[in-house]
């Protein structure tokens, strides 16, 4: 496959703005990822695309920017199972940053160990069709049991539509789940509607964690968080405190940065941090979404 960028890829903001929104201490970006670059960590063959380098030291860089502390960094597509990339960046963090890997069904327990001490605990099933070829639900099973005795847990990454197909499969997986942008919902469809409650009910009969995470991915109205806009994405905001406020222990915030397969704008990061505001309205709730919930679940040992 060709190395060229994708045709029309959207590079990642060059100049984010200053978050209005001041954090609370020890935030976490708990959904973002790095793209190579590619001359030290080669896309893989099988890709459904081609992305500009994003690597460890703009993703840091940002972090910094937005007065964040840490980060949690979602294996990208575009490196299929070889976590070379990840790795790197976990091993520069210097403990600030978690893992989320892609591994195939035959990996290795020694294989399992070297990404868990470089900070892996999880792994990322991907149902989204223009993102993957589908995986069989007995190779996934069989990944699922592997990484059960590390106490590593499951991202899930699918449509809406999807969930009805899905749902039991997920019930069935032996590990905690975490549930990628509100499992992608129809945000012109009532917050209040049949769809949204049936996410809402799988989600609190499986416990899972829910990342509240992507707007500018789900909104079909914005506006987008560009030239200072600070309520962008009002069709998102209301779907988003549902979920804040049913799972208030369980729900997580994430920048998706580079932000990869945009193709109607690419968002001011620090507007996006603003956007939490709209989110999570007390200072109660943005601290769980941004520093207890995610402390718990990947730095379990730090919590006092």
Known sequence: ???????????????????????????????????????????????????????????????????????????????????????????????????????????????????????????????????????????????????????WHVVLYFEAPDLPHLEEFFLSLPVPLVIDHMGRPDVSADPEGPEFARFLDFADRSGAWVKVSCPERLSKIGPPALHGEQHAYTDVVPFARRVVETFPDRVLWGTDWPHPNLTDHMPDDGLLLDHVRHLAVTAEQQQALLVDNPMRLYWPDEQS
């Open 1 to 151: 496959m060709s190395t060229d960028v994708t045709p029309g890829w959207l590079r990642w903001h060059p100049e984010p703005s200053t978050p209005t929104f001041t954090a609370p201490a020890g935030a976490v970006d708990a959904h973002c990822h790095v793209f190579g670059p590619a001359a030290r960590f080669p896309f893989a063959p099988e890709r459904k695309y081609t992305p500009v380098d994003a690597g460890e030291e703009q993703l840091f860089a940002l972090r910094d920017h937005l007065g964040l502390s840490r980060n949690v960094i979602v294996q990208a597509t575009c490196h299929g199972s070889d976590n070379s990339a990840l790795v790197d960046a976990l091993l520069a963090s210097d403990g600030r940053a978690r893992g989320v890997a892609a591994v195939d069904p035959d990996v290795t327990p020694e294989e399992l160990e070297r990404l868990h001490e470089a900070g892996v605990r999880g792994v990322r099933f991907n149902f989204v069709k223009r993102l993957v070829d589908a995986a069989p639900t007995a190779a996934l099973e069989e990944t699922a049991t592997k990484i059960a005795p590390l106490g």
